[in-house]
């Protein structure tokens, strides 16, 4: 192991537990709210099961606004809010915050575009069957779908790690915050190389498994 990383391999492993904390946090958002918001938007989208336009159009403007933000302007206007949620503006704790907001909004559109890729005649047979609502959402839409889910969280994921190293802004750590100081303001071009290696294998792994959950998910 190169001597830079034995220096500062406390810290090192630190920075890691930090990025892991902040992208699982923001994977739960996504899957805890977002995916039901973007079933919301799907299902109320014009010629589906629940049109309401009014509905509809509410949830997609919010969605819009809060991916139109420019993420580091994001965490910034969230100060209040985070502040008033976790107590603190800054660390680890404050950066989900921002981050579940931002994979909310993210995972919700990426989730409506997958439901939008089923084919019209799935949702016209399970109709025909006499399915109900939720019957057809659970039992055919996201079986159908579920492929273009999984995938859709893996990009959602390495989204949410490439915003997790901006938040070095509000004190939150990470491997980018790592990198950033200790690497690039300290002149140590080497460390900070380490750390830029560390977050491709971490991406290429979390992309590698991804892919093949969602091909052996996909039964079509």
Request: aromatic share 10%.
């Amino acid at each position: 192991m190169p001597d830079v990383l034995v220096q500062y391999d406390t810290e090192i492993i630190q920075a890691i537990g930090e990025t892991f904390i902040m992208v699982g946090a923001s994977v739960v958002a996504a899957i805890v709210v977002g995916l039901p918001l973007g079933t919301l938007l799907y299902m109320t989208h014009p010629q589906k099961p629940m049109e309401n336009k009014l509905l509809y159009q509410f949830c997609n403007t919010l969605v819009n606004i809060i991916r139109s933000f420019p993420f580091l302007l994001l965490v910034v206007f969230c100060i209040p809010l985070t502040r008033l949620i976790v107590g603190t503006a800054i660390g680890t704790t404050a950066a989900i915050v921002p981050l579940a907001i931002i994979a909310i909004a993210h995972y919700a559109r990426l989730v409506e575009q997958s439901l939008l890729d089923v084919p019209k005649g799935v949702v016209e047979a399970a109709q025909a069957m006499g399915a109900s609502r939720w019957q057809i959402m659970t039992k055919f839409v996201f079986v159908d779908a579920r492929s273009s889910l999984i995938l859709s969280l893996t990009t959602s994921i390495v989204s949410f790690i490439s915003y997790s190293t901006i938040m070095g802004v509000v004190g939150g750590g990470g491997i980018g915050d790592f990198a950033i100081r200790y690497g690039y303001q300290q002149f140590k071009t080497d460390l900070m190389m380490y750390m830029i290696l560390i977050m491709i294998i971490l991406v290429q792994c979390i992309q590698l498994a991804g892919t093949f959950l969602a091909r052996t998910l996909d039964k079509r």
